[in-house]
């Protein structure tokens, strides 16, 4: 394997994520890429960098909306492509310690999230607007690519590595241990060693030998990358990062098997807070995805992008808490649950923990359901996961018709039509004998 699995072993196991974006950019309401796509100046960007001030941020009740939703680790960007660090680093003072505000928001962050028992990561951009030796002629994302009075820039790029790995370190060394790192990212020329990748992750295992690392320092393309390949490099990661989509089938390595894999992607359509942006994804789609996620073996890391004064969305906090609810009487089905060695029923999905099978049974069947894909000679029970209640095998008239399947009835009368006791996502434990 690529990874040392005990090290990916929690990862696998905890399956859901919070993700927070927050910076300069959440003041002016509008893309976190606004520097690049609107070509601003560090002068013209100056305003929102002043204007960040986010007095209202609680990190403990940002823990506390990721608990109640039953997430299980968090990311927050440390550092985004415009440059601006929400930590204390000795290397700059383009930061929130120097901003005016003065407050150390990474230490809050984790702090609070390791005191709800929430595992800790941080976001750092590899691309940087603000250093004067990252390139500008030639790059396809700096802000003044296309300025003619940047024609002449000459930037010492080992210089902006050296400080680059230098606030990495800060990372891994003043916040006490850290769970993961989520690098962002490597696009056209600048892969891998163009990062001095090598140095970089001997550095960070060096100093936090348990912490997991994505796949972006060489991996462009939304997330997918040579993690996949039966010879990865040192650097390829511990697993691969899609965003803004669910791979169908999840992802696996060149000879089929299965990879740890998280897709990311926003609650509604934007990273950081954008203003007017109220397609949220209800409960229902997030619990099915994640079903879907988890039936595939991936994890689902959320995104919420608070507020410019701090606090979450009014909205993300109601849908999260509703996600959180289901969990509560459904999470057995997730946590630690993964891949089920079954062919996908029509009416949902399949999770799997050792010898215990869930069946996440999304549409309302005529009559009695289908287990479709099990071996009804195996069947040793099947009960509501969210109350245990017993649901007995259906037989009647279907024995000879369908002499190998298992069916269910969710009422007293395996011939009627019954709703399903959770619109969103009833899930069925089915006990296997295994022997």
């Known amino acids: 394997m690529f990874i040392a699995a005990s090290r990916t072993d929690w990862f696998t196991q905890a399956r859901f994520g919070l993700f927070i974006h927050l910076g300069p950019y959440s003041v002016l309401g509008g893309e976190e890429w606004v520097r690049s796509i609107d070509r601003l100046s560090i002068e013209q960007y100056q305003p929102a960098v002043d204007g960040f001030q986010p007095h ?10 990721a608990a109640a939703a039953g997430m299980k680790y968090a990311v927050l960007t440390a550092k985004h492509h415009d440059g601006f660090c929400l930590f204390d680093s000795a290397l700059t003072t383009y930061s929130v310690m120097h901003n005016g505000f003065g407050r150390d928001l990474v230490r809050e962050y984790v702090e609070a999230f390791r005191a709800e028992g929430i595992k800790v990561g941080l976001y750092y951009s590899l691309l940087d607007w603000h250093h004067p030796d990252y390139p500008v002629v030639g790059d396809e994302h700096h802000p003044h690519r296309d300025d003619p009075a940047w024609a002449d820039h000459c930037p010492d790029f080992d210089r902006y590595l050296d400080y680059m790995h ?8 003043k916040y006490g241990e850290i769970d993961i790192l989520w690098f962002d990212f490597s696009y056209g020329s600048m892969l891998a060693d163009k990062w001095r990748a090598r ?3 001997e550095m960070v295992r060096w100093h936090q ?3 997991i690392i994505n796949n972006r320092l060489e991996t462009s393309g939304g997330g997918f990358g040579s993690i996949v390949s039966d010879s990865p490099s040192p650097w390829a990661g511990d697993w691969v990062s899609p965003e803004q989509l669910v791979p169908e089938g999840g ?3 060149e000879r089929g098997e299965p990879v740890p894999w998280e897709s990311c992607f926003t609650h509604n359509n934007h990273w950081g807070y954008f203003r007017d942006d109220d397609a949220y994804k209800s409960p229902r789609l997030l619990i099915r995805k994640l079903v879907e996620i988890v039936s595939n073996g991936g994890n689902m890391l959320l995104n919420v992008g608070p507020r410019p004064e701090g606090a979450f969305p009014e909205e993300s906090i109601q849908v999260l808490a509703k996600v959180g609810d289901w969990l509560d009487k459904n999470g057995e089905s997730v946590y630690g649950a993964g891949i089920a060695d079954l062919p996908k029923p029509a009416w949902g999905y399949y999770t ?5 099978v869930y069946a996440h049974v999304l549409e309302q069947p005529v009559g009695p359901l289908a287990l479709t894909g099990i071996d009804a000679s195996q069947v040793r029970s099947v009960r509501l996961l969210e109350n245990g209640q017993p649901l007995n095998r259906a037989d009647l008239w279907l024995t000879d018709p369908f002499p190998g399947t298992y069916f269910v009835s969710f009422g007293d009368n395996p011939a009627f039509t ?6 969103d996502d009833t899930v069925l434990a089915i006990e296997l004998d295994m022997e």
């Open 251 to 253: 992802v696996r390595n």
């Open 56 to 65: 209202e941020l609680d990190a403990q009740a940002w823990a506390r909306s």
């Open 166 to 173: 230098g606030q990495v370190e800060e990372l891994v060394t």
């Open 209 to 211: 030998p348990n912490v």
């Open 352 to 356: 799997q923990s050792g010898s215990t």
């Open 418 to 423: 019954y709703p399903l006791p959770d619109e």
């Open 199 to 201: 140095e970089l992750i």
